[in-house]
């Protein structure tokens, strides 16, 4: 039901007619001037000026001069606080008195058009309450402006008066070689990135510390700056715009706080980072993810780095997250908050791989303490929030961190979660997640703003606004490409040739802009793996014919047919003219922002971290699986040979009156019940979701199984059995949290705690009569050790 609802919606928003071509009058601010308080405002008003003036000259070349007094001749763009300065009080008295403060950080944009007579001149001000709010107002306007080399103008019905529903709206930037593309910037392009985030909406940025990376290292050959050099820049820019300063502080990854001699050292290296920071927030420690230490000694610990912090800057937060903990430990720590209040903590993020739900946090959590996100935005599986239902070719190749715009999924879990909320500051490891994180931040601003809107305004505003409503409804094109299986799929089809279109269009420049080719090679990418599935599962279903005459023609000749079949593909390559784009775009990515698509072309730190040129050939079919019984039988007699193949051919036949069951798979599981599903439940805490994993030649119906999380089991049901028969079950148990399960059939013990084996192997099991004497049948698994309990195969069959 999840699926279909999604799917319904994604293609309904792909379907939708585009709005008709932007007409109506038009304020031309071409030659405006802006009037400003100049050097009297504050530095993060000065800041927001300089972005408006800069930005808008990168698109049209054109620099608006800045005064002091608006000219009669000229448009006219007033740029203040809504309050306290002559441009403020000049603004007042053409719009006819200041009207009512809508909140911190909120603005008003308002355009009088010229009349003839007391205007000579169209003006247009953009007014905030506060430093930020005229930093959040220019964003804004810089979403509406229609920008063109040598031209600028803006809608002349424009007006809108707003303040952010939510305080905190923040993303991680971490510069380390764990992230894709980060560890390539300079400080000027990570200053560009913050002045995107804060187009729309973003107020806080936290920062990973050059001690804080729990894996691969802290350096990389691409890096232009030292992390230590660059951890000390960033507060610096940060500061200049008024945006918040936080610092993600895991407390493992640089000394054993369970010693003594292990706290003085990480309160060592903190105090020095906290030191350096002219400006700092506050700091977000995760108790998991990484971390492994139980409540006392975190919290301990937790005290001790408030106190330093605290002498550092005084109005500094410490945020802790509740990652990790199990059921008792997490009872433990909400007792402790309940019980001591500490005054040293200033709020809870909700993060990945914590044992509770979001709403049962709160709940928790004395009222005192404020409650966040800490959503994972940049991964697709094994993750807090993966794509639902994904096709097994897209889990191989794409892998985890791949580019993933997903607006309407993204927006659909902010709507959910944020009532529970403050906000968020997101996890995330790169800018193939670019498209998430503004549609956080503008979400979580507004949460009823249109997502399709938004889309147009990124769209406007960093490709161009000719390209505004392709590129809107190119993004919503990608994420429906995820929507659905990929074979017989459509939609791949349908949105590379929209991005075609646009691409045939394009000028250099669109062509040179990062975010334009991000969506291009998806486009290019998600149809070449589509002609690969359907070439490979071709290719396997005719190697199953060909093991089929096994014993009409003999086990070896059937075996060698089988190879050169399976082998085809190496012999004559799929789609080489779309394999040759993906590649290229490849290589302009990594001129563009350096993102590193690749481990062995670009130095990505690893296949997992987007380095997606480096899986696209990971196999769609069991050939490998298929070859390694091939060369395991090899040797053996003509009947063991016959019935290797036989057990190939029939491997998913549960035989007459029997089901069987492809877990993982979301197209073949009609069995596992999965309420209440992606809707309700996006992070799959008390639903079953599909995961994927496990080594690249196994079978593939091995690398993907049904998993649940912490203590939701995992169950399926059946029905129209015989009430007379007895049933049997087969089982696959794989998975990468190696979980030990015990299974129940209607509330009576299948079989005790039971482990994956190494290889996978099927597994039998009795169904006591009494489960399916009423034509049903309800399995139940839960498990005694690992993260949850994941399944992989289920065959029941009727004896």
């Known amino acids: 039901m999840r699926e279909s609802l999604l799917i319904v919606l994604l293609l309904a928003l792909v379907a939708a007619p585009a709005l008709a071509a932007e007409g109506g009058p038009m304020v031309d601010l071409t030659k405006a001037v802006l009037v400003t308080n100049g050097e009297r405002a504050p530095q993060a008003e000065r800041m927001a000026v300089s972005m408006l003036r800069e930005e808008v000259q990168k698109r049209t070349h054109v620099l608006w001069p800045e005064v002091a007094q608006a000219p009669r001749d000229a448009p006219v763009i007033v740029v203040a606080k809504r309050a306290g300065s002559a441009a403020s009080d000049f603004a007042a008295r053409m719009l006819g008195g200041s009207s009512k403060a809508t909140g911190p950080e909120g603005f008003r944009i308002a355009v009088l058009p010229k009349d003839g007579k007391g205007r000579q001149a169209d003006m247009v001000f953009v007014l905030g309450n506060d430093e930020r709010g005229v930093l959040f107002g220019v964003g804004r306007l810089l979403r509406e402006l229609r920008m063109r080399p040598g031209e600028i103008t803006l809608p002349r019905g424009f007006h809108m008066q707003t303040a952010p529903q939510y305080p905190q709206r923040g993303h991680q930037l971490g510069y380390r070689p764990k992230a894709n593309a980060y560890d390539a910037w300079d400080v000027k392009r990570y200053e560009q990135y913050i002045r995107d985030l804060a187009v729309f909406g973003t107020n806080d940025i936290e920062l990973i510390a050059s001690f804080a990376m729990d894996d691969g290292g802290t350096t990389s050959p691409l890096m232009p700056l030292d992390p230590w050099d660059m951890s000390v820049a960033l507060p610096k820019v940060l500061a200049q715009y008024g945006l918040g300063v936080w610092f993600w502080l895991p407390y493992n990854s640089d000394a054993n706080i369970a010693t003594e001699e292990g706290v003085r050292q990480s309160l060592a290296t ?20 990484p971390g492994d230490q139980p409540p006392d000694i975190v919290l301990s610990y937790l005290e001790k780095l408030a106190g330093v912090l605290r002498s550092t800057h005084p109005n500094a937060a410490l945020w802790s997250t509740s990652q990790g903990f199990s059921e008792e430990q997490l009872a433990d720590f909400y007792r402790f908050l309940r019980e001591k209040r500490p005054n040293w903590l200033r709020g809870i993020a909700y993060g ?317 599981e009609p069995h596992l019940v999965k309420a209440p599903g992606w809707e309700k439940d996006p992070g799959f805490v008390l639903s079953a979701q599909d995961g994927f994993g496990g080594p690249v030649k196994a079978r593939l119906s091995w690398r993907h199984y049904a998993e649940a999380l912490y203590t939701t089991p995992l169950r399926a049901h059946y029905e129209g059995l015989d009430p007379n028969a007895l049933y049997e079950i087969q089982v696959v148990y794989a998975g990468r949290y190696n979980a030990t399960m015990v299974l129940e059939a209607g509330g009576v013990q299948v079989h005790g705690p039971v482990a994956p084996t190494n290889p996978p192997t099927r597994m039998a099991f009795a169904i006591p009569h009494a489960a399916t004497a009423k034509g049903v049948l309800d399995l139940t698994w839960t498990h005694t050790t690992g993260r949850g309990p994941q399944v992989a195969e289920v065959w029941l069959i009727k004896k």
């Open 270 to 289: 903190r105090e020095k980072l906290f030191k350096a920071c002219a400006r700092l927030d506050g700091i977000e420690v995760p108790t998991g993810d």
């Open 352 to 668: 990945p791989w914590t044992h509770d739900t979001l709403a049962n946090t709160r709940a928790m959590v004395p009222p005192l303490y404020a409650v966040r996100q800490y959503p994972d935005i940049t991964h697709t599986v094994r993750c807090q929030y993966p794509v639902p239902g994904w096709d097994d070719a897209f889990a191989w190749t794409l892998n985890r961190e791949p580019i993933n715009p997903r607006p309407t999924q993204e927006a659909h879990i902010v709507r959910l979660y944020a009532p529970e909320t403050i906000g968020f500051i997101s996890y995330s490891d790169g800018c193939n997640d670019d498209v998430n994180k503004m549609i956080w931040s503008a979400v979580h601003w507004d949460l009823n703003d249109d997502v399709r809107e938004l889309l147009v305004q990124y769209g406007r505003y960093f490709i161009g606004p000719d390209f505004a409503e392709g590129v809107a409804d190119g993004l919503l094109a990608l994420e429906a490409n995820w929507a659905k299986p990929l074979l017989g799929n459509e939609q791949i089809g349908k949105t590379l040739a929209l991005w075609q279109a646009m691409e045939k269009r394009a000028t250099p420049e669109v062509l040179a802009n990062w975010r334009f080719q991000q969506g291009l090679f998806r486009a290019y990418y998600d149809a070449y793996i589509q002609q690969r599935l359907i070439r490979e599962t071709a290719l396997e279903k005719e190697a199953l014919h060909q093991l089929a005459q096994a014993d009409a023609f003999g086990p070896d000749a059937a075996i060698a047919a089988a190879r050169r079949v399976l082998a085809d593909t190496d012999a004559e390559p799929v789609a080489p003219d779309l394999r040759a784009r993906v590649e290229a775009l490849a290589g302009d990515l990594f001129k563009s922002i350096g993102m590193q698509l690749s481990v062995e072309k670009f130095g990505a730190s690893g296949e997992e971290r987007g380095a997606v040129l480096t899986s696209m050939d990971a196999p769609l079919n069991n050939r490998y699986w298929m070859e390694g019984v091939f060369d395991h039988v090899k040797d053996k007699d003509r009947a063991a040979k016959l019935a290797a193949l036989e057990r190939i051919v029939h491997w998913e036949d549960a035989g007459p009156g029997g089901f069987y069951d492809d877990f993982g798979n979301p197209a073949r």
